[in-house]
């Protein structure tokens, strides 16, 4: 079954996380994501956020990231 998203109600909901760190914690990220939808073993989820992030390993698969609004800069990166 199909079901439809509207995304920009669902980001609308979302906290501006901002000055992310790579130590930044579970209760800092509070409110600045959530679960869209299941998809096939997976889950698609939304977020809202500015600063550096740690670098992420997902053995298990892979992950998309699609950014809305700005830049996601790899080089940026430490």
């Known amino acids: 079954m199909t ?12 906290k ?3 000055e992310r760190t790579p ?7 509070e409110g600045s994501s959530s679960r869209l939808a299941p ?7 939304a977020s809202k956020s500015a600063g550096k992030g740690a670098w992420e390993r ?5 992950e998309l990231v699609h950014v809305i609004d700005g830049a996601a ?5 430490d």
């Open 39 to 45: 998809y096939r073993d997976a889950t698609i989820f």
């Open 3 to 14: 079901t439809l998203i509207d995304l920009n109600a669902e980001l609308a909901k979302l």
């Open 16 to 18: 501006m996380f901002r």
């Open 73 to 77: 800069n790899p080089a940026d990166r």
């Open 58 to 62: 997902h053995p298990d698969g892979d």
């Open 23 to 29: 130590t930044s914690t579970r209760a800092d990220r």
